[in-house]
């Protein structure tokens, strides 16, 4: 479960401004959209070769893919951690945020 709180953070964190308490919900759903297709056992290059998936979210492919390959029983819990991100409002969403990184600082 440490690495899908890992990379639920590190995916939150890379689309949303703190500070002003704004996320790209766009991008964390693309995000959604393309661990489901490497899921499906979809590669890399067929992600990349789609701009409707791979648009803005280029430099975290290689990430997502290794994730899903090492990690395949977390996938759903990671997209349903993002799912939940994505559907709460901004408070809640710095809050989980913040959560996490509690959870994360003591392992």
Known sequence: MERTLRAFYEIALAHTDLRWA??????ISKTIKVLRVFKE???LEE???SRELSSEIETQLNGLLRFVRENSQEVDKLIDLLSMFVKSPA????KLISFVEVLLEDR
């Not at 704004?22 to 991008?27: A, T």
């Open 47 to 49: 992600v990349e070769a």
């Open 41 to 43: 056992g979809k590669g």
């Open 22 to 27: 704004k996320s790209r919900d766009d991008l």
């Open 91 to 94: 408070p809640c969403k710095i």
